[in-house]
C-alpha cells in the first residue's frame, strides 16, 4: 500500500506529520496496517492511518495503567498548569488545528477555528476545575450512633480511562474527555472516529510538549469494533467515557459489566416558538441552530413547533435566511455548509426526505444533493412517525410543522426516543416556566435554541440521549472515586 501523501496540494502537506504513527507512552508508533484517509469534501486522500491490533491497544493499557503512579504523583496545581500548557498550545496553534478539522471533518473553517476557541476554553475550565477537586465534611454526629466521629470525603482518580470519540467536533470532545481526565489525576487511551483521527494525533503532537507523565495520554488509531472492544472489555481500564450514536453506546453498556460508562449519545432536538415574537431575532440561531456542521451535532435543531399565528411568517422568513447560506469548500472562510462525512451519509439523508415527501410532508426548500452537497432543507407538515422526524437525522434537515398551543409543542417534543437539550422562544413567563419543567431532556434552554452550549455547563441526556453528565465540573466528577473517611475520636 502507498504509505506517503499522494495529495499535490502544499497545504495538506504540512499535517505529514501526523501520517502513519499513532502515539502510545510518548512515543509514535507505526503499525503494520494503515488505511487510507479521505477527505470528505475534495474525496483526496489526505493521511494513512493505522488500524492498531487488540495487543496494541492492550500494550497502550498497559502503559497507561503503569503511568498511574506518575500522575497521582501531581499536586492539582501541576495537573492545573499542564491543562494551561495545552490551552496555550492551541492558542499558538490556533489554525493549524482548526484547519485539521476543516480538511478531515469538511467542517467550514469559520466553525472549526470556533471550535478551536471552545477547545482552549475547555482546557481552561479543566484547568481551573482541578485546583477546585475538594471532598465534603460529613456531619457524623447527626445520627444516633455518629457521636465522636469525624467524617469527610476525598475524590481519588479512578485509574485508567478509555475514551471513545465521535467525528463531529474532534477536538473539543475530545477536550471534553482528556481535560477532566488529567484535572482528577487519572491516565487516558484515546480512540478517536475513524473519520477525524488527524485531531487527535494533533492533540497528542501538543501534549508531547508538555510536562505530562509519559504513558498519562495515548492516542490508539482503528477501528472501533477492534479497539472499542479492546478499551471496553479490559479489567484494567475503570472507565469507559463515549460520545457517539445511541446504537454503539448501548452495545458499550451492555459489553461493559461493572466498568464505570458515560454515554454521550444523540437526539432529535426539537424547539417552540410562541407568539408575539420578533422572528427576526430569532431566524438567525435557527439557521446556525440546524444547519451548523452540515446539521451534524448532537443537539442539531431537527424539530421546530410554531404557534399557528406566526407560522407563515416564521417559514417565509427562515426560507429567506437559510437560501442565503454559502455552500461549497470548507477550507474558504466565507462558506456556512460543506459536505457530509460520508457520501453514504448523505444518500440515507437523501432516502428520508424522499420517505417524507411521499408520506405528505411538504419539501420547502433543499432535499438534494448538488456538487456533492447535501442541501440545507427544511420539511413541513411532518408526521411525527417518520424518520425526519423521530430518528436522529444528522444532516442539514429540519422540520417544522404548526402547533395550536404550547402543550402541542411539548408533548410533541416529549414524544421521541430522545431527550438531550430543547428550546422555547417566549415572552411569557408561566409559559417559560411550565416548559422548563414538562420538557424531558437533560436541559432546557429558555429563549435559546437546543443547540446552545457552552463548555463547563452540566450537558447530558435522558432517555436515549444517555446517561452521565459532560461539563468540566461533572464530568470531573464522573472520573473520580468518592472515598470517605470516617475518625473515630474515642
Ligand atoms: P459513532 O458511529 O457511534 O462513533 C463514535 C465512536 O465510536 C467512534 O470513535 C467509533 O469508531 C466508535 N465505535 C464504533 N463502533 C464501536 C464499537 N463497537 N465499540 C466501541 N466503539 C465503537 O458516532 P459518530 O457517527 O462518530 O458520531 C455521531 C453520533 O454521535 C451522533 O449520534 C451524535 O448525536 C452523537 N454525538 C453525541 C454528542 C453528545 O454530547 N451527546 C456529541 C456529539 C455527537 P469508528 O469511527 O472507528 O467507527
Known amino acids: 500500500m502507498?504509505?506517503?501523501?499522494?495529495?499535490?496540494?502544499?497545504?495538506?502537506?504540512?499535517?505529514?506529520?501526523?501520517?502513519?504513527?499513532?502515539y502510545v507512552n510518548g512515543e509514535w508508533k507505526t503499525s503494520n496496517h494503515v488505511v487510507e484517509l479521505y477527505s470528505p469534501y475534495s474525496k483526496e486522500i489526505i493521511a494513512h492511518i493505522p488500524q492498531a491490533t487488540r495487543e496494541e491497544v492492550e500494550q497502550a493499557i498497559e502503559f497507561a495503567y503503569e503511568a498511574r503512579a506518575d500522575m497521582e504523583k501531581l499536586t492539582s496545581f501541576e495537573r492545573a498548569a499542564i491543562l494551561e500548557e495545552i490551552a496555550n498550545l492551541f492558542i499558538q496553534n490556533r489554525r493549524e488545528a482548526a484547519e485539521i478539522i476543516s480538511l478531515e471533518a469538511a467542517k467550514p473553517i469559520k466553525f472549526a477555528l470556533a471550535e478551536i476557541d471552545r477547545t482552549i476554553e475547555t482546557y481552561k475550565f479543566a484547568a481551573e476545575e482541578a485546583k477546585r477537586l475538594t471532598g465534603e465534611m460529613i456531619p457524623?454526629?447527626?445520627a444516633k450512633n455518629g457521636a465522636n466521629r469525624f467524617g469527610y470525603t476525598i475524590e481519588q482518580p479512578l485509574g485508567v480511562i478509555g475514551a471513545i470519540t465521535p467525528f463531529n467536533f474532534p477536538q473539543n470532545l475530545v477536550a471534553h474527555k482528556v481535560g477532566p481526565a488529567i484535572a482528577a489525576g487519572n491516565t487516558i487511551v484515546l480512540k478517536p472516529a475513524s473519520q477525524t483521527p488527524l485531531s487527535a494525533l494533533f492533540l497528542a503532537k501538543l501534549i508531547d510538549q508538555t510536562s505530562l507523565p509519559k504513558g498519562a495520554f495515548n492516542v490508539v488509531t482503528g477501528s472501533g469494533k477492534t479497539v472499542g472492544d479492546a478499551l471496553v472489555e479490559n479489567n484494567k481500564v475503570k472507565m469507559i467515557t463515549f460520545t457517539g450514536s445511541p446504537a454503539v453506546g448501548i452495545g458499550i453498556r451492555d459489553k461493559a459489566g461493572l466498568k464505570k460508562v458515560a454515554l454521550e449519545l444523540g437526539s432529535n432536538a426539537g424547539l417552540i416558538i410562541d407568539r408575539g415574537l420578533d422572528l427576526t431575532q430569532i431566524i438567525p440561531k435557527c439557521v446556525t441552530g440546524a444547519f451548523s456542521n452540515q446539521g451534524q451535532v448532537c443537539i442539531s435543531l431537527q424539530r421546530i413547533y410554531v404557534m399557528e399565528e406566526v407560522f407563515d411568517e416564521f417559514i417565509k422568513q427562515f426560507v429567506a435566511a437559510t437560501t442565503k447560506l454559502v455552500i461549497g469548500n470548507p477550507c474558504d472562510e466565507n462558506t456556512d455548509l460543506s459536505a457530509m462525512i460520508h457520501s453514504s451519509e448523505q444518500e440515507r439523508a437523501l432516502s428520508w426526505v424522499q420517505e417524507a415527501v411521499e408520506q405528505g410532508a411538504e419539501l420547502v426548500t433543499g432535499g438534494s444533493i448538488e456538487n456533492g452537497i447535501f442541501l440545507p432543507t427544511i420539511l413541513t407538515n411532518v408526521a411525527p412517525d417518520l424518520k425526519v422526524s423521530c430518528q436522529e437525522v444528522f444532516a442539514p434537515i429540519v422540520i417544522v410543522n404548526r402547533i395550536s398551543s404550547i402543550d402541542e409543542g411539548i408533548n410533541a417534543i416529549n414524544d421521541s426516543n430522545?431527550?438531550?437539550?430543547?428550546?422555547?422562544?417566549?415572552?411569557?413567563?408561566?409559559?417559560?416556566?411550565?416548559?422548563s419543567k414538562q420538557l424531558e431532556v437533560g436541559g432546557v434552554m429558555i429563549n435559546d435554541v437546543p443547540t446552545y452550549r457552552v463548555d463547563h455547563m452540566p450537558y447530558g441526556g435522558v432517555k436515549e440521549s444517555g446517561t452521565g453528565k459532560e461539563g468540566l465540573k461533572y464530568a470531573i466528577h464522573e472520573m473520580t472515586e468518592t472515598k470517605l473517611v470516617v475518625w473515630n475520636q474515642q
Not at 430522545?418 to 416548559?435: E, H, P, R, S, Y
Request: without cysteine.
Open 2 to 22: 502507498e504509505k506517503t501523501l499522494i495529495n499535490q496540494n502544499e497545504n495538506l502537506l504540512k499535517f505529514d506529520l501526523l501520517n502513519n504513527s499513532y
Open 140 to 142: 457524623m454526629d447527626a
Open 418 to 435: 430522545f431527550g438531550l437539550q430543547a428550546g422555547i422562544f417566549t415572552n411569557d413567563i408561566q409559559t417559560a416556566f411550565k416548559a
